[in-house]
Structures are given as structure tokens and as C-alpha cells.
């Protein structure tokens, strides 16, 4: 059996805890491999390598660093294949959907290949007679990243391309359902001339959470996962005084206006609700058409598509969803699923019973369809996290924008029209954090930055973008005076520009 360890200070290094979690190939049910899980001890065996490496690595000029990240770019594309097969075989998703997971990733490590623009700080001349006052942002030190399965190379470069390029030692607690590519990615920044020790990680599960979360030496944290566990992170993480951002689950609608191309939507909400299996925080699983016409012909186009997707393991490259990442999440959807025909929800397409030639212990679940769902139902409220789209149908749009505005979570939304004046007031009235016009899944582009709104982020800024090198980096600001021929006399007064 494979057994997957740490990467601390430059190496693969094996777990030492005795203590492991099964990964699985979730296509056929097989653990394929066993991950380590840490001690408090493997931690501080990281953080003393980042520290260790942190100062001469923060002291590297700003173009130096960039040019890590061209050659990691480089390294990724040289081996999007190898990323892709990695990924694929412990989630589960196809092998497209991996590659966009490296891709998404990539762009970060381009968009901070900018840092010596992006690093740049303020500087007044003259703010007072020989004085001159300018901002520094400087690294925070070491900084750590806890990350969910769902995004196994994605959301690590999320966190630790700003955090890196700008300055700082980076310890990654990856998921440990699928921890094979962080580490891959780790070996490929060693490749691309990071120093040892600038980038860390150490596999394990709560535990290993907790020692991050008190350790003295890590002086930030950003998390992304299910938003239970990103409120207790943001929670503790700041009691031990570390700048601190979590992002948690969703429940993402998408308003269909009677004047929508309903072509184009149903298509698109193919894609945004089924694609990974719904295993993504910007998957559309509520849909709200916006009259009874507008529901009954969504419904009529949506059947025979839900009926006809294609499920496979991640080595048929035709499929368009594969199956669930463990036994446990199955159980679970499945459960969400038989709790919402109680509820009295009309379950029109039933993928619970769905198997797979040579695959029967394989984590699948077929695509399914609720239509007739409502606000007080379990599967609105919480995050199913599986194949399964609720059709919620909406009198007019009033009512059809309160739904999402009033749902606990906010990460993502949608709404299709060809109306500018309702695409308008939408995207203005909306509370939450992401929203698209005629596109379903508003995932924003790397110079621009992700988060959503309500219980599904915690914390004042965004993943990458310019936001995430003030995630990475703190302020200090100095006045400098060069007082020649000044003269100077004792002032007891507080200082201001009379
Ligand atoms: P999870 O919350 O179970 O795990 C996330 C991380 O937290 C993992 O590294 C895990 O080891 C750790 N963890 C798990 N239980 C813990 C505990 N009790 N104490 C401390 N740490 C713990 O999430 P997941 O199942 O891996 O990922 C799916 C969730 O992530 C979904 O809710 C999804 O919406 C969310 N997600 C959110 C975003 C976003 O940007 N908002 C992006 C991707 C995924």
C-alpha cells in the first residue's frame, strides 16, 4: 500500500504518528493509499524549517520571487497531465475538470508573477517640512493554509502563491481525502528554485488543524472547507491572535427570468449543477424559474437531460461527472436525497440506485432532479454538496430574488435574462458575494478576487487578487524627517498639520 507522508523542509519525509486515513480511488471503491496524519511534533518539525528559511527567502529581491512562480508555471503545464491523472484518481472528477482545477491554480501563479508591481507601497513627499512619510507591506511571517478535497490544486495555489511571493514561509494542511497533488506541487516548487522550507506540508486532520491554530510561530491562517468548521477556525484563530480568513459551504441559486434564452440556461445549469458531481462551493444547486410557464418549460428541456448525463470514472473521456469523493459523502447525499421526497418534494429524475458496469462499488450517484421545493425543506437549506438540483418555483421576481436573499449562505448566484434593467437591479440588490449575469458559475478571474457573503466567508478579505497580498503581507508605515537647517524646539502638544 502507498503511504503519503509530509513535505517538510525540502523532502517527502514518512508520518511518524501512526496514525492514517484511508484514500480512496472513488470510481472503484479501493483504498489506494494511506495518508499520514500529523503530530504536534511533525508541525513543529515545518515550522522551524519555515522559519529557518523565511528571512533570507523575504529578503530575496521581489523579481527573484516572480521568477520562481514563471518557472512553476512552466512545471505545470509540462506536467498537467501527471496533475490531472493524480487528481483525478483520489476525487474522482473527470479528467478535464482536473486540468481546469490545475488551471485555475496556475493563473494565481501568473497573476503574482506581478509581485514587484504588486508589492508596491505609498510614499508622500513633503507631508511636512523635511518629512516624508511612506508605507512598507511586509510579509507576516508564516503563514498556513488549510484546504478543502473538493479543489486539491486549485485552492493550495489560492492560498500559497500570494502568500509566498510575497515574502513569506507557507505551512499547507491539505485535505486528507485527496492529499497526492499538494504534495506533487510542493516537489514542483522545489523544481522551479523555491528554497527549502519557504513551502511546507504537513498532512493530517483535526488535529494537526488544532496545533495550527494555537502555534505561536504561525502568524496567519486562511481556510476554505465547509462553513461549520470555517467558523470554528476563524474563531479560535483569532483568539490566538493570528490574522485569520475562512470560506465556507453555499447553496448557489440561479434565477431564470421568463425572458431567459432557455436553451442556453438549461445548458448552463447542466454544467454548473452536475459538473464534479456538484462537489464544488460555486455549484448552482437551486434553480428559480420565474412563473409557472417559465418552470413548466425549464422542467420539460431539464428531464431528459438529468435522465442522460454521462457517469464515469475519471478515465473515460467522455463522461461529464464521476462519482463522489468517499463512501461517507454517498451516504450522506443519498440521505439528504430520501429526507426530501419525506418533505413531499417531487423527485423527477432518481439517481440513488445508479451503478456502473465494473464499477458497482464506486462512490456514484446519478444525477437527480427535485422540482415543487421549498424554503422550509431540509435539502434548500443545507449545503447537499452531490448531483442534485432543487427547482424552486418563484411567482414573479420579487419573490424570486428574496430566495437567495434571505438563504444563510452567499457565495454564489446567478441569473439569466435578457432584460438589462433586471440584470441590473439584481446584481446590485443582491447579497451575496459572487453573482452572474448569463453565467452560471461567476468564479472571478485571478486579478480579480473570490468570497462570498453571510455564513459562507468569515473574514475581511478575499482570496487572491490584490486582496490576497494585503491578506499576506502588514502594513507598517514610517515618517521620516531629515530636519537640516531646522530649527527645533520641544513641542508637548500632539503633533498635527496646523
Ligand atoms: P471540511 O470542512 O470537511 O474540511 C476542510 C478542511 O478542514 C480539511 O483540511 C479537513 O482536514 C479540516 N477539518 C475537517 N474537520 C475538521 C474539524 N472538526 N476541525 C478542524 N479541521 C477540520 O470540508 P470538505 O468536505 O473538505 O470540503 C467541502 C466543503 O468546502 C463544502 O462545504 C464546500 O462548499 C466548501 N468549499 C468552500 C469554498 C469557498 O471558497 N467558499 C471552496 C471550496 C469548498
Known amino acids: 500500500m502507498r503511504e503519503i507522508g509530509h513535505f517538510i523542509d525540502g523532502q517527502n519525509v514518512a508520518g511518524t504518528s501512526g496514525r492514517t486515513s484511508d484514500v480512496y480511488n472513488p470510481a472503484t471503491g479501493e483504498v489506494q493509499a494511506r495518508v499520514a496524519l500529523a503530530t504536534a511534533d511533525e508541525l513543529q518539525a515545518a515550522v522551524d524549517s519555515a522559519l529557518a528559511a523565511q528571512p533570507k527567502w523575504a529578503a530575496t529581491n521581489p523579481q527573484r520571487r516572480a521568477r520562481v512562480f514563471m518557472r512553476f508555471v512552466d512545471l505545470l503545464n509540462q506536467h498537467m497531465d501527471e496533475l490531472a491523472t493524480l487528481l483525478s484518481s483520489e476525487h474522482g472528477k473527470t479528467f478535464d475538470d482536473a486540468k481546469g482545477d490545475v488551471i485555475r491554480g496556475l493563473e494565481v501563479c501568473e497573476f503574482v508573477i506581478g509581485i514587484p508591481h504588486l508589492s508596491k507601497s505609498e510614499f508622500t513627499e513633503g507631508a511636512g517640512p523635511g518629512i516624508d512619510m511612506y508605507s512598507l507591506r511586509q510579509p507576516v511571517g508564516v503563514g498556513a493554509g488549510i484546504t478543502p478535497f473538493n479543489f486539491p490544486a486549485m485552492i493550495p495555489m489560492w492560498m500559497f502563491a500570494p502568500a509566498i511571493a510575497s515574502g513569506n514561509a507557507f505551512i499547507l494542511k491539505p485535505s486528507e481525502r485527496d492529499p497526492s497533488v499538494p504534495i506533487r506541487l510542493a516537489e514542483l516548487m522545489i523544481e522551479a528554485g523555491l528554497p527549502k522550507g519557504v513551502l511546507n506540508v504537513v498532512n493530517g486532520d483535526k488535529s494537526a488543524v488544532d496545533d495550527i491554530l494555537v502555534h505561536p510561530d504561525i502568524s496567519a491562517v486562511s481556510f476554505v472547507g465547509s462553513t461549520p468548521i470555517a467558523r470554528y477556525v476563524y474563531a479560535t484563530a483569532a483568539a490566538n491572535g493570528k490574522r485569520v480568513q475562512t470560506f465556507g459551504g453555499a447553496k448557489n441559486h440561479m434565477i431564470i427570468m ?153 457565495n454564489g448566484v446567478s441569473i439569466y435574462t435578457r432584460d438589462g434593467d433586471a440584470a441590473r437591479d439584481f446584481a446590485s440588490r443582491i447579497n451575496i458575494g459572487m453573482v452572474g449575469i448569463n453565467v452560471p458559475i461567476p468564479v472571478p478571474l485571478a486579478y480579480h478576487s473570490f468570497g462570498g457573503w453571510k455564513a459562507s466567508s468569515f473574514g475581511d478579505l478575499n482570496q487572491y487578487g490584490t486582496d490576497s497580498i494585503k491578506f499576506w503581507t502588514r502594513t507598517k508605515t514610517v515618517t521620516s524627517r531629515w530636519p537640516s537647517g531646522i530649527k527645533d524646539e520641544a513641542e508637548f502638544a500632539m503633533p498635527t498639520m496646523k
Open 258 to 410: 421568463p425572458d431567459a434564452d432557455l436553451d442556453q440556461t438549461v445548458n448552463a445549469l447542466m454544467g454548473a449543477g452536475y459538473g464534479a458531481a456538484g462537489e464544488r462551493c460555486m455549484a448552482v444547486s437551486v434553480a428559480v424559474p420565474v412563473g409557472e410557464e417559465t418552470a413548466e418549460r425549464l422542467i420539460e428541456k431539464l428531464v431528459p437531460k438529468v435522465e442522460s448525463l454521462r457517469i464515469g470514472p475519471y478515465t473515460d473521456d467522455k463522461a461529464d461527472m464521476g462519482p463522489l469523493v468517499t463512501k461517507e459523502a454517498k451516504a450522506r447525499v443519498t440521505g439528504l436525497i430520501g429526507k426530501g421526497v419525506e418533505e413531499g418534494a417531487k423527485l423527477l429524475v432518481d439517481g440513488r440506485n445508479f451503478k456502473l458496469q465494473g464499477y458497482e462499488d464506486g462512490f456514484f450517484v446519478g444525477g437527480c432532479l427535485f422540482d415543487h421545493v421549498t424554503e422550509d425543506m431540509e435539502i434548500y437549506k443545507t449545503e447537499i454538496f452531490g448531483p442534485v438540483l432543487s427547482v424552486v418555483r418563484a411567482k414573479n421576481y420579487e419573490e424570486a430574488l428574496s430566495l437567495p436573499m434571505k438563504h444563510e449562505y452567499g
